[in-house]
Each structure stands twice: as C-alpha cells, then as structure tokens.
C-alpha cells in the first residue's frame, strides 16, 4: 500500500505565499517524478509542476517565476512553494507521484487533495 498526503493549503491574500507539503509513505522501492495538479471550480484539472528523481523541474506557464517545487528524497517529500499568489490560483490542489512498487513499472499516485483559496 502506498500513501499519498498533501498538506499546507488554506486561505492568504492575493500577493501572499503558500507552502505545500507532500509525503509518500508505504511500501514501495523508489520515486521517479513527483508534481502537483490543481482543480479549480468548474474547470478541468491541470498540471502546475514536477520535478524528477533527479530534481530536474518543470512548470506551466501560468506558475512559473512564482512556484517553486523541490524534493527531499530521502523523506520522500515533495515540496510547492507557491508565491505572489493570485486569485487565478484558488484550486484544490493535489499531489502526483510515479511510485515503483517491487519489480514493477512506475504507478501515479494521488494525495486526497488540500484546498488553497486565494482573496481578500
């Protein structure tokens, strides 16, 4: 079994900060890619950013210069540090991680989500 957790969303300011926290925990060899989606309320989900083993990172153009993910592989953690935050980035936000169980091929995994809302 493997779990997936996100944790640091709430409510800030427009030009406030956030930072997201995501542990995997469970049985399984190693993490490949770990990145965060979001959903915002009568949208479709989409990709905000991910990083490789390698800590090689990736963004959506929408987020970039304002979000910063990292990793702490040996806490299997990944991190979203999210800055000058916006009402556009009001969404549930939700952690992927591509876990290698046993022999296997990577599976994505999902966190159950955190809330961020931005507004005054």
């Known amino acids: 079994q493997v779990h997936v957790v996100e944790s640091g969303g709430g409510l800030v300011q427009p030009g406030g900060s956030l930072r997201l926290s995501c542990a995997v925990s469970?049985?399984?060899?190693?993490?490949?890619?770990m990145g965060w989606y979001r959903q915002a309320p009568g949208q479709e989900r989409e990709f905000v950013a991910m990083?490789?083993?390698?800590?090689?990172?990736w963004y959506a153009d929408s987020v970039k210069g304002r979000f910063t993910i990292s990793r702490d592989n040996a806490e299997n953690t990944v991190y979203l540090q999210m800055n000058e935050m916006e009402p556009d980035d009001t969404a549930t936000y939700y952690c992927?991680?591509?876990?290698?169980?046993?022999?296997?091929?990577?599976?994505?995994?999902w966190g159950q989500g955190t809330q961020v809302t931005v507004s005054s």
């Open positions: 990083i490789s083993r390698a800590l090689s990172a």
């Open positions: 469970g049985s399984f060899y190693t993490i490949n890619g």
């Open positions: 992927h991680a591509a876990v290698e169980v046993l022999a296997l091929s990577p599976i994505p995994h």
